[in-house]
């Protein structure tokens, strides 16, 4: 079976530009993350779904952050306008949450998506 | 006080070597723990569950101590592929998955 598909696998772009990150999660899972790895803060949660909705957003660092989640099978992390210290490696995370769970389950993660804002 | 904190080393070890790793997590009413396995410039794998009356996979063994608040890691007869960063993950605050900032093993033939 396929994992979770991330793209692109490496993001270069300047600052001020928008960005956009995208995730497959692995079939008939319902919960889906988003992380963010840098050397200085470690692995964060930015955001998650359950069910493709959004349940929370507190790790989203300010409003030039958004994700969406049309259906069960696709999400995006959008960064507009991009700066500098937003380049890390963005990670994306799917898991099956019984009974609505959520973040109690393993997670299985993507490849990730190494950013770079010039 | 960081919700996962674990010691981020490295720890440099010689081949076959037995070598240990701490986590301690503060929230006490966390029921899931984990350990993770990152290989440089790659994604968090999971390495394995820790379970209240702790679990053994081959050569990896994981503990739970509640009293204490703390996880541990032993990998016995370490071998030159074990060289990764280990995450400890713990069930935080709201209920979400908090990765302690990793571990870094270095084995060394």
């Known amino acids: 079976d396929a994992g979770v598909i991330q793209s692109p696998r490496h993001e270069v772009t300047e600052m001020g530009q928008e960005v956009t990150l995208r995730c497959k999660p692995i079939?008939?899972?319902?919960?889906l993350f988003w992380y963010r790895q840098t050397m200085m803060r470690g692995l964060e949660l930015l955001i998650y779904?359950?069910?493709?909705?959004?349940?929370?957003d507190s790790g989203m660092p300010e409003d030039r952050f958004s994700a969406k989640m049309p259906n069960a099978s696709f999400s995006t992390l959008k960064i507009q306008p991009s700066e500098p210290r937003d380049s890390a490696v963005y990670f994306c995370?799917?898991?099956?949450?019984?009974?609505?769970?959520?973040?109690?389950?393993?997670?299985?993660f993507g490849a990730g998506t190494r950013l770079s804002v010039l | 006080r960081k919700e996962v904190e674990q010691d981020p080393g490295p720890f440099n070890v010689p081949e076959g070597a037995t070598v240990a790793f701490n986590c301690t997590y503060s929230?006490?009413?966390?029921?899931?723990f984990f350990w993770y396995r990152q290989d440089c410039r790659k994604e968090p794998k999971l390495l394995m569950s820790?379970?209240?009356s702790g679990n053994e996979d081959g050569r990896f063994t994981a503990q739970l101590n509640r009293a204490s608040q703390y996880i541990s890691l032993l990998i016995r007869d370490s071998k030159l592929s074990d060289s990764a960063t280990y995450l400890c993950?713990?069930?935080?605050?709201?209920?979400?998955?908090?990765f302690g900032a990793g571990t870094i093993l270095r084995v060394k033939s």
């Open positions: 995370a799917s898991s099956f949450a019984q009974g609505g769970g959520g973040t109690t389950n393993i997670q299985y």
């Open positions: 079939s008939g899972h319902n919960s």
């Open positions: 779904f359950n069910n493709n909705v959004p349940i929370d």
């Open positions: 929230n006490s009413a966390s029921q899931s």
């Open positions: 820790v379970y209240s």
């Open positions: 993950v713990v069930i935080g605050y709201g209920n979400k998955l908090v």
